[in-house]
């Protein structure tokens, strides 16, 4: 069975840095479009960056410029936060997906306090 397993996040202080990955059991990765996404208290899930199979990415505007998504050749998706602030402070679920397939961790705390 398929499954992505979020790991990295935790408390940071307003400033610092953290490195989030989804490992992939089951299956390569290698022609999904990977993604991370988000969700706030009381607010809807939405989606921080995005990578292609061909490796081309996409980010909220909120984070562009802070956070940077990568993936090895294999079944690992990469998001580095930089410059993280109390508005960055969620539950980030990986997410993959390939044609009418999409998959989602169980998604890991990044808190910044404010």
């Known amino acids: 069975q398929v499954q992505l397993v979020e790991s990295g996040g935790g408390l940071v202080q307003a400033g610092g840095s953290l490195r989030l990955s989804c490992a992939a059991s089951?299956?390569?990765?290698?022609?999904?479009?990977m993604g991370w996404y988000r969700q706030a208290p009381g607010k809807q899930r939405e989606l921080v960056a995005g990578?292609?199979?061909?490796?081309?990415t996409n980010y909220a505007d909120s984070v562009k410029g802070r956070f940077t998504i990568s993936k090895d050749n294999t079944k690992t998706v990469y998001l580095l936060m930089n410059s993280l602030n109390s508005e960055d402070t969620a539950v980030y679920y990986c997410n993959a997906s390939r044609q009418a397939t999409i998959l989602w961790g169980q998604g890991t705390q990044v808190t910044v306090p404010s």
């Open positions: 089951g299956t390569i990765f290698r022609f999904w479009t």
């Open positions: 990578i292609t199979s061909g490796g081309t």
